[in-house]
């Protein structure tokens, strides 16, 4: 029986475990307060650059940032594009050079997903000058659901969406959550999309589908289970990791398949994801305020991240490029060092790109651009770090404050 918001990290506040924990809990700090790291100090580390929602935007810059931030494993949580499968191409493209993990988004299957989309589809053709294109190939439900098999053949095993991966001398193995989940509860919408592309007919065969992905490996890596919506079971605040915030009421917009999933792996023999990466519920709320983007789970020191910072690409100096000057923009990465059983930290990272018009007056490189990309420490921002054995102090963004957390060993 699926439960509509769990019990991740939550216990009544009568339960004596509940005193207990909470006792061990250390006052705020600072809200000021930044916990930096020498990343030299770390290099036994397991490097996860993680991309949140791209939403579209990618570029050449971005392909030159990985080169500085080098990752061991580079994961992306889905939203890439609105069923943009020339971009998940070139996304796919950087298995060349990096162990790649995707799971895909609601906005990856624009046009596919739901009944609201496939007429989105429909009316777009009709307007479109390229209606021929569309005709040609049959219906728009064709072309569409064609664009979907392009996107997971490209993507190939790297997409983990309801599987299981692992890499050569990476020390962590990966598992998919449900792919192209658009949140809360409801299957009746999606329920043709997931016969269609997966046989899978119900929230609760979604949920034994992660199961069994979660359970692949023999447990002897730390997991990092990535999802593009996080689980249910984060709180029911519209400021909390998976909460919904675009519509009343507020509540959990987690996926109780993920929350099923990741509990009956714990409760019925012990295995519990070292990590869970997620995107889709956007750090900046939709009337003011922010979310919060980190948690831990108190039993089994689990760390769930939001990697959905939006735009991930930000203009520096209010200057977008204007022809003749320099473009400054920074992009976010979510950067996560796991240890050989835990994360031991978490980090914004902005690299910056400039961009800049080459001297008109030099005729072999008038018109062409010189970028610099660059990565300062103070362009980093931390957002977890493991403190002890058993404790983390994690940053609440809605709040602005810092808070330790004891977990259970
Ligand atoms: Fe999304």
């Not at 080098?70 to 971009?87: S, T, W």
């Not at 592309?197 to 992905?213: C, N």
Request: with cysteine; charged share 25%; proline share 3%.
């Amino acid at each position: 029986m699926l439960k509509g918001a769990g019990q991740i990290g939550r216990l009544l506040p009568t339960h004596p475990r509940y005193r207990a924990l909470h006792s061990k809990l250390v006052p705020a700090r600072n809200a000021q307060t930044r916990v930096m790291t020498s990343l030299s100090s770390q290099r036994s580390l397991t490097n996860l650059i993680v991309v949140g929602d791209v939403h579209g935007l990618w570029d050449e810059s971005d392909v030159r940032a990985l080169e500085i931030l080098r990752p061991d494993a580079l994961v992306f949580v889905g939203d890439i594009g609105n069923q943009d499968v020339e971009l998940i191409e070139r996304v796919s493209a950087l298995k060349e050079s990096y162990n790649l993990v995707a799971v895909l988004g609601n906005h990856d299957a624009w046009y596919t997903l739901t009944e609201r989309g496939r007429k989105r589809a429909i009316k777009n053709a009709l307007q479109s000058s390229n209606l021929k294109h569309f005709t040609s190939l049959g219906d728009t439900g064709a072309y569409t659901k064609q664009q979907i098999l392009d996107m997971l053949e490209a993507l190939g095993e790297a997409h983990v969406g309801y599987s299981n991966l692992a890499f050569d001398g990476v020390r962590a193995s990966f598992a998919g959550g449900r792919p192209f989940s658009k949140g809360g509860v409801q299957w009746s919408a999606v329920k043709d999309f997931y016969e269609t592309y997966y046989g899978v007919s119900s929230m609760e065969e979604s949920g034994e589908r992660i199961l069994d992905a979660l359970m692949a490996d023999g447990g002897a890596m730390p997991l990092v289970v990535v999802a593009h919506n996080g689980p249910s079971g984060l709180g029911s605040h519209k400021h909390d990791p998976c909460g919904v915030d675009f519509m009343e009421p507020e509540d959990d917009f987690g996926d109780p398949d993920l929350e099923e999933a990741l509990e009956t792996a714990y409760m019925s023999c012990g295995r519990h994801a070292a990590l869970v990466l997620f995107g889709h519920m956007h750090h900046r709320l939709k009337y003011g305020g922010l979310r919060n983007m980190v948690s831990v789970d108190e039993r089994m020191g689990a760390v769930y991240l939001n990697a959905a910072v939006v735009p991930r690409v930000v203009h520096v100096d209010g200057n977008e490029g204007e022809a003749g000057k320099r473009k400054r923009t920074k992009r976010h990465f979510l950067r996560v060092l796991v240890g050989k059983e835990r994360v031991e930290r978490a980090e914004n990272v902005w690299v910056e790109v400039t961009e800049d018009q080459a001297d008109e007056g030099c005729p072999d490189r008038a018109g062409s651009m010189l970028e610099t990309v660059s990565l300062a420490e103070e362009d980093t921002e931390c957002i977890l770090e493991r403190i002890s054995d058993n404790q983390y102090r994690i940053f609440k963004a809605h709040t602005n404050e810092w808070i330790d957390i004891t977990f259970d060993h």
